[in-house]
Every structure is written in C-alpha cells, then in structure tokens.
C-alpha cells in the first residue's frame, strides 16, 4: 500500500471556492428600483434578472448591460475562425455562429454579439458574455472538428477563443 506524503494533496472541487472570482465589471452591483426596459434593446428587467417581455406601464428606462458593452466596444468574448476550410465554407460558419447566438439570446438577453469582423482570411466574432463565445467555439469544434484553443484571462472577465481547420 502506498503512502502520500501529507503535504502533497490533491486539488478538490471545495477548494475552487476560495479562489479569487472574475466578476463582470459591466453587471450592476445593485439591481434597478422597480421594474426596468433597456431603451435600446427592448429587455425588461423583471423578478431579478433582465428577459424578453412587455414592459409594465411603469418600467423605468434603464441601460442593461449588454447594450453598455455595445455602445463602449468592450467584448467580454472574441472568437477567431482562421484556416484553409474558413475561406472555403464562410457562409456555412457565420450561419452557425448566428444560429448559436440566436438560441441563447431567446432564453438570456444579455448574450449577443456586437460585431462580425472579416479579415486577411479570418473572421473575428465579439461577444457581450463569455458563455457566448464558449458556446460558439464548442458549436464549430462539434459541427466541423478542428483545433479550438480557448483561454480565459486570469485578470479579468474575458475569453479569447481560436478556431482553425
């Protein structure tokens, strides 16, 4: 039977709960008196989080935050589609990076993109969440195979997902 030495242990699940969490810097602190609607997308803030639905006659108009991020340029998740198949299938990718974003912007407002740039070969794709792009990234990887690399900042609430084939 072999014995561990008592000070090298494994890392367990608990221990993640003391690790420092990245905290998106665009979420409120507090949530808005009341019933809200973001006057540039049309989601209401109700029962504690922001969804689709029709406004009460008394929401107040208030910014969510996935439009504060549109507005400032400020992507909390970029995708790279970059490779040979890229330039060959273009249409097939962006139409599932659409459709990716369309299924998780029905249940949660808050995850879209904010802008498709096409480039030398290579599309960059930046998203208001970082679950958007995580998303997007597993969709291609499932759908076409290829290299996905994905890193996560230890600093901040960001992604940086590459796809290539």
Same mark, same amino acid.
């Given at each position: ?5 008592? /000070? ?117 794709? !930046? !998203? !208001? ?21 994905? /890193?996560?900042?230890?600093d901040e609430y ?6 290539? /084939?």
């Amino acid at each position: 039977m072999k014995r561990r030495d008592p /000070r090298q242990r494994q890392r367990r699940h608990i221990d993640r709960a003391f690790d420092a969490p990245r905290l998106d810097p665009y979420l409120e602190r507090s949530k808005p008196r009341g019933p809200a609607v973001c006057p540039d997308c049309g989601a209401v803030f109700r029962r504690g989080r922001w969804q689709w639905g029709e406004a009460a006659e008394r929401a107040k108009p208030h910014l969510c935050p996935a439009c504060r991020r549109v507005r400032e340029r400020e992507p909390a998740g970029s995708v790279r589609l970059a490779g040979p198949y890229f330039a060959a299938h273009r249409d097939e990718l962006v139409a599932l990076v659409r459709n990716e974003e369309n299924r998780e912007k029905r249940l949660h407002p808050l995850q879209r993109i904010i802008a498709l740039r096409e480039s030398r070969g290579m599309l960059e794709v !930046t !998203t !208001t969440d970082v679950h958007l792009a995580r998303r997007i990234g597993d969709a291609l990887s499932h759908a076409w195979r290829g290299n996905l690399e994905i /890193r996560y900042s230890p600093d901040e609430y960001r992604v940086r997902v590459k796809w290539s /084939r």
